[in-house]
């Protein structure tokens, strides 16, 4: 079966090697005569899966013990409130870096919950960018400064973080485990798994440990980062699929490699920065100092044009590459399950296209 060039920004392309596993082992898992969608939650094969993707992770990104790897529900989006709910006290202000839609979405939830201060704005930005390290204005004591390491909307990156006196935390919903980084540099990390990760379904966070014991015994149970630690994610049902095709996927990347996958996500991405820019018929979004390697931002000359381009490479194999509903434009989600191949199928579609349109 002929698999497309897969172009979604989430859920998004996985890699082929844990689907064709996954496809394997569904009816008879581990030759238990069941499926892993029918195993308790509670048994030594599901608890082996579980154990296996946390000690996966922690492998990759070198995540220390004092940090617990939890797998919750409710999306990333459930995060923007969570993380407020248990790191934010009575009394105290959360600094928060507003750099696009996604950011947005955060501080507009943190502020139901707590004092916020915006410490720096370009959300509205064009050309999109996040803001430099000089230009936070962070507040002193704060509880935590909160920013978005890839605006998946915008195309706009953190390339490095900036180093901050309270506990940073990071929405990395589209970015995680697309590049090594140092763990330690995070009070919070959260990510909606449905891009690098695995399906949709489940939210990993790494939290450190010392942090989420300070959290009010008014959160409500379910809400309290310290009631999954305290049972490994297993205080009521976790996404036991979601969970197994990300033990799947990160057996995939330890095999590929962090550094190696990352530096094929800086080519793959730079292949298509090259050919926008190569051409003045297509235009960038994004500042270059920030340009995204997951989601590349660009926009042609008209939308007839963009429709028009979205169509024929959707018909050419190429699916996926409309922008977001709110910007418009075209967007290329290419995270590390994407072929380098479908960035040069891309490429050649693209002068192709200019050639016959520009
Ligand atoms: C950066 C970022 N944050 C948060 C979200 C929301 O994630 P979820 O749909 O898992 O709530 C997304 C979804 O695309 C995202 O890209």
Known sequence: MARVFNFNAGPAVLPVEALESAQKELVDFNHSGMSILEHSHRGKEYEAVHNEAIANLRSLLGIPEEYAVLFLQGGASLQFAMAPMNLLGPGQTADYVN?????????????????????????????????????LKLTPGAAYVHLTSNETIAGAQ???????????????????????????????????????????????????KDLAARASEKVPTMLRYATHIDENSLYNTPPCFSVYVIALVTRWVLKMGLPNLYRQNVEKAGKLYAAIDASSFYRGTAVKECRSDMNVTWRLPSEELEDAFVKEASQAGMKGLK????????????????????????????????????
């Open 99 to 135: 750099s696009g839609a996604w950011a947005s979405k955060a501080v507009k939830e943190a502020k139901l919950l707590g004092k916020v201060n915006v410490a720096a704005d370009c959300a509205k930005e064009i050309p999109t960018r996040v803001p430099c390290e000089s230009e």
């Open 158 to 208: 953190w390339k490095t973080f900036p180093q901050t006196q309270p506990p940073l935390v990071a929405d990395m919903s589209s970015d995680f485990m697309s590049r090594p980084f140092d763990v330690r540099q995070f009070g919070l990390i959260y990510a909606g798994a449905q891009k690098n990760l695995g399906p949709a379904g489940v939210c990993l966070v790494i939290v450190r």
């Open 323 to 358: 922008g977001h509903r709110s910007v418009g434009g075209l967007r290329a989600s290419i995270y590390n399950a994407f072929p380098p191949a479908g960035i040069d199928a891309l490429v050649g579609f693209m002068k192709d296209f200019e050639k016959r349109n520009g």
